[in-house]
């Protein structure tokens, strides 16, 4: 994403456009891959060598409260941040801490199907999504190879 588009996207969702705000959701958008906050401050640190993690959780909070990112967790209770906001899943490998994005909507079908089918009592379902927990099992498989 272009600066128009960071501070368009700010714009519409009510925030206020602050140049630390547009530096993080750029950072977001550079890393692409579920970046942790301390990744974000790492990339941040030539432009903003000041700035507190603090600061950046509070920014990415904010985020998150206004749907322009989403937080996952690791295993470990690890949050990462992912401004993939379409419906998906996420594949984790447990050995490298590596999470991808992991779209199928068929499998999205079978899942709405099926709570459709088993209303959990007292429970409405507001939307679904999988963490699918594994290794990867090629020796020289390296995951940000195909980004």
């Not at 603090?54 to 904010?62: C, E, M, P, Q, S």
């Not at 990867?136 to 195909?146: I, L, M």
């Amino acid at each position: 994403m272009n600066y128009d588009e960071l501070t368009k996207l700010l714009s519409e969702k009510g925030l206020k456009v602050t140049p630390q705000r547009v530096a993080v959701l750029e950072a977001l958008y550079e890393i692409m891959n579920h970046p942790s906050a301390e990744e974000v401050r790492q990339k941040l640190h030539s432009r903003f060598p000041s700035i507190a993690i603090g600061t950046i959780y509070n920014i990415l909070d904010t985020f998150c409260e206004h749907g322009i990112i989403r937080k996952v967790k690791t295993d470990s209770d690890f949050v990462r941040y992912d401004v993939d906001m379409e419906k998906h899943h996420h594949i984790y490998c447990e050995s490298c801490n590596h999470i991808e994005n992991y779209h199928d909507p068929e499998l999205d079908e079978l899942l709405k199907a099926y709570f459709d089918r088993k209303q959990i009592p007292h429970f409405q379902i507001k939307e679904f999504s999988l963490q699918i927990i594994g290794n990867y099992k090629a020796t020289n498989y390296k995951p940000n190879q195909n980004k």
